[in-house]
């Protein structure tokens, strides 16, 4: 069994930077994928960034792209987001999932799941 757990979350001010961190135990890191997801009330979870097992593929939402960047550290498994000229639309609550080889870009796709963490954008 693989937990997750984010970290990071904060209220900051539009333009500025936070970098969410998720911290994985239970197994080996090596071998999974991962996933940023966010979500707002009302809405469905989106998907905002992802990265393959090798760091060597990444996906990013056209809303994020030149702005949000998704890395891994398969040795301390971790696996971060860093976020920079944030805006209020950035608003939500970050979830972190894994699952095991590619590049997964559907929530269904992923097994494991943290409890998210907010980020608040103020304008």
């Known amino acids: 069994q693989l937990q997750l757990v984010e970290s990071g979350g904060g209220l900051v001010q539009a333009g500025d930077s936070r970098r969410l961190s998720c911290a994985a135990s239970g197994r080996t890191f090596t071998g999974y994928a991962a996933g940023w997801f966010r979500q707002v009330p009302g809405k469905a979870r989106e998907l905002v960034a992802a990265i393959n097992w090798s760091g060597s593929s990444t996906y990013y939402t056209d809303s994020v792209k030149g702005r949000f960047t998704i890395s891994k550290d398969n040795a301390e498994k971790m696996v971060y987001l860093q976020m920079n000229s944030l805006k209020p639309e950035d608003t939500a609550v970050y979830y972190c999932?894994?699952?095991?080889?590619?590049?997964?870009?559907?929530?269904?796709?992923?097994?494991?799941w943290g409890q998210g963490t907010q980020v608040t954008v103020s304008s």
């Open positions: 999932a894994a699952e095991v080889g590619r590049l997964r870009l559907t929530e269904n796709e992923y097994h494991y």
